[in-house]
């Protein structure tokens, strides 16, 4: 190929171009490993009052114009990272939940691309969010973000180790475990990620190892930059469990009798019995799919028709709420459905007519129904 | 067209400074310039002692330390000798290490007005001119006072730090 001048020029000032192109690789984690830094210093003097010809320098000393070279070194590789709870919180689960997620984002603060390999542990005490560690979540597994929603995705976030991250870039890492149903309310489960610089490219799989001895000139050396200089950084999240803590009492009284009426009804034979089921939660999550199965007394006669104009046989209140009813059919079937029948021994109290106790107040149950003493 | 023009360049590139080389004669002053880090050692006695050992493990926020040195290896004194050291692409100067008496160290921003370090000025986008920061600095020159004279050896060394 023949190059003209004009080609020349041109060709040169690709060249020039490529070579700034190379230099703009500094980023907020610092020049990029493999980076040659060149310095050569240019010394100009005069003998006898006459300037003489610049000299440049070179790495052992050189004395001709226009010789020299640069002194040069080539960047190496610091291994940094830094890996963060993410949401500022614990995660709320309740006992026996599945694929429940802590997440946390690592980030490669090093200066080149790195992987990392992850693992996530149940701490062992400890206190995280101000919470002391006092169970464990099972079934411990990590997953990348590798859509970047920020969100867990099962069957799309998959890989269990980040491949490559550039330098200066964050990935979204999630902790997946599963509550076990032996939790109980107010139980912390802390847990860790750890994740530890790899070899780019390898799935995590190549862990990184720093260079041992001298430095190499001319050759990206490796160093590990972080706080203990091992390539693992570490950061804790918390499952907290929260589930219905429920409270039951049972109190009766006397509501009419034969002779008195409803005025100081006395416990005699004929005398109605009012059976009042109160149900708290004093947890931190509602109880739900409630069924109430009480036997009914001995002796004792359910009395139908007890409430709401002598239309139903249970009455419920939630809280302040007015009072709902329901009828409790005998011969053990709902036959209307409304979530309230009696068997040979029991009455029934269940969905829909009573489902679910909320925590506190103003989710207090009250069923209450009437028997006839015999 | 892309890999031609590629190893065209690069040839121009290699054989330029040597072709120059060889048409120069020598001069009257050797100038070399090296690179080091500074490596902590305990000593036996417990006593920490940094020392200087050529750059080895620079990494993004290790300082290195230049040092120019310029000897006179012609028979007769050289004067107005001066040494103009940049500083590095992808570094950042951050002070004067060991600097011969003789010299005198001016620095500057853009390769061309030098002043001493409460000399130099920056023009801000609106129009006023602040003091200039060290971290600025992208040249450093050391200018002898005095001649250098035949055989003389000075040096003078600078800090800079890996960003």
């Known amino acids: 190929m023949l190059i003209q001048p004009a080609n020349l020029r041109r060709v040169l000032l690709a060249a020039a171009t490529i070579a700034a192109g190379a230099w703009q690789t500094a980023g907020a984690v610092g020049t990029a490993a493999n980076t040659s830094i060149a310095n050569q210093a240019t010394v100009s003097y005069s003998v006898g009052g006459n300037a003489q010809t610049p000299i440049p320098s070179s790495p052992t000393g050189n004395s001709t114009p226009g010789g020299g070279a640069p002194t040069t070194f080539v960047v190496d590789n610091r291994i940094d990272l830094t890996v963060t709870e993410l949401s500022g919180g614990n995660t709320l689960v309740t006992p026996g939940q599945l694929n429940q997620v802590t997440s946390f984002t690592v980030t490669n603060t090093g200066n080149s691309p790195q992987g990392y390999q992850l693992t996530p542990t149940n701490l062992a005490g400890g206190a995280v969010f101000g919470n002391t560690d006092n169970t464990d979540v099972a079934n411990l597994r990590v997953f990348v973000d590798s859509n970047g929603n920020g969100t867990y995705d099962a069957g799309t976030d998959t890989a269990t180790a980040i491949d490559t991250l550039a330098a200066d870039a964050s990935v979204v890492v999630f902790i997946v475990a599963d509550v076990p149903g032996t939790t109980t309310n107010g139980q912390f489960a802390n847990v860790q990620l750890s994740a530890r610089a790899a070899l780019p490219g390898t799935a995590g799989a190549t862990l990184a190892t720093e260079t041992a001895g001298a430095d190499t000139p001319g050759a990206v050396d490796t160093v590990f930059g972080d706080a203990a200089r091992d390539a693992t950084e570490v950061a804790a999240d918390q499952y907290a469990i929260e589930s219905a803590a429920l409270t039951v009492a049972k109190t009766s009284a006397v509501v009419a009798d034969p002779h008195n009426g409803t005025t100081n009804p006395k416990a005699i034979p004929g005398a109605f019995v009012e059976y009042a089921i109160a149900i708290s939660n004093t947890g931190a999550a509602p109880a739900t799919g409630i069924q109430i199965n009480d036997p009914l007394p001995a002796s004792t006669a359910f009395r139908s028709g007890a409430y709401n104009g002598a239309a139903s046989d249970v009455s419920i209140t939630v809280g302040a709420n007015p009072a709902t009813f329901c009828v409790a059919e005998a011969g053990g079937t709902d036959t209307n459905s409304d979530g309230c029948y009696r068997t040979a021994t029991d009455l029934v109290v269940g969905a829909p007519a009573l489902t679910t106790v909320n925590v506190g107040a103003g989710g207090n149950v009250t069923v209450r129904f009437q028997v006839a003493i015999n | ?163």
């Open chain 2, 1 to 163: 067209m892309n890999f031609p023009t590629k190893a065209f360049s690069l040839a121009v590139f290699a054989l330029l400074p040597a072709g120059l080389a060889l048409a120069q004669e020598k001069g009257c002053i050797e100038l070399k310039t090296t690179a080091q880090t500074e490596q902590t050692v305990v000593s036996a006695d417990g006593k920490r002692e940094t020392t200087l050992v050529p750059a080895a493990k620079v990494v993004p926020g290790t300082d290195v330390i230049w040092t120019v040195t310029a000897t006179n290896i012609c028979g007769k004194p050289a004067g107005d000798v001066a040494i103009d050291s940049p500083v590095p692409e992808h570094m950042v100067y951050l002070g004067q290490a060991a600097v011969a008496a003789t010299f005198s160290v001016s620095y500057s921003i853009d390769g061309k007005r030098y002043a001493g370090s409460d000399g130099l000025t920056v023009r801000e986008a609106d129009g006023s001119t602040r003091a200039a920061r060290t971290d600025e600095y992208r040249h450093v020159r050391y200018a002898m006072r005095s001649a250098l004279a035949p055989g003389q050896t000075v040096s003078a060394s600078y800090r800079t730090r890996v960003q």
